[in-house]
């Protein structure tokens, strides 16, 4: 059983629950789309574009509250049958490696949020938002947080005993 979130996990927590509203503005803007093209022959040009931008953040910004849970899709059929010391070494393991995957992913993600940034990329839609910019710039930021959530659990990997151990 996994400790209880710390504080920033906790507050990865909180904001994952405010941003799954997003979808909910997804549904109610889209439900508007199909209003507006089928009863009223007058498709929106924005709709489409605001809720992938809204999708791809609520997205974003799940990775790491769900990293911070360490909640992400696991086979665990063979862990569990580790001994406890061998369950051990296998997460400092594991998060030796994402540790290391994760640090290349933010400084490529670093780099291509500060030359959208730079650039002032836009979406090139009628609307024209600055989509590119945004959305680089929180993955970068969800990339950020995620290496230092996985050098938490480094740590704990590597500190804390817990029960049945034997380690």
């Known amino acids: 059983m996994e400790p209880r979130p710390d504080a920033f996990g906790r507050a990865l927590q909180a904001l994952g629950r405010l941003t799954s509203l ?4 997804i ?48 086979i665990t059929y063979f862990v569990e ?3 406890p010391g061998t369950r051990r070494a296998m997460r400092v393991v594991t998060s030796v490696a994402t540790l290391a995957c994760l640090a290349i992913l933010t400084y490529a993600a670093v780099e291509q949020a500060a030359l959208s940034l730079r650039d ?12 590119p ?16 959530q996985t050098a938490v659990h480094l740590v704990r990997d ?10």
């Open 120 to 131: 002032t990329e836009t979406s090139g839609t009628a609307l024209n938002l600055p989509t």
């Open 81 to 83: 049958r580790m001994a």
């Open 27 to 74: 549904v109610a803007i889209t439900a508007y789309e199909v209003v507006m093209r089928y009863a009223f022959g007058a498709p929106t040009t924005w709709v489409h574009e605001i809720t992938v931008a809204l999708a791809a953040c609520a997205f974003v910004i799940g990775g790491p509250q769900v990293h911070a849970m360490r909640g992400h899709i696991a």
């Open 22 to 25: 997003a979808f909910l503005v």
């Open 133 to 148: 910019r945004i959305l680089k710039s929180l993955f970068a930021a969800a990339c950020i947080v995620m290496t230092l």
């Open 158 to 167: 590597i500190a804390v005993r817990r029960p049945g151990d034997g380690s």
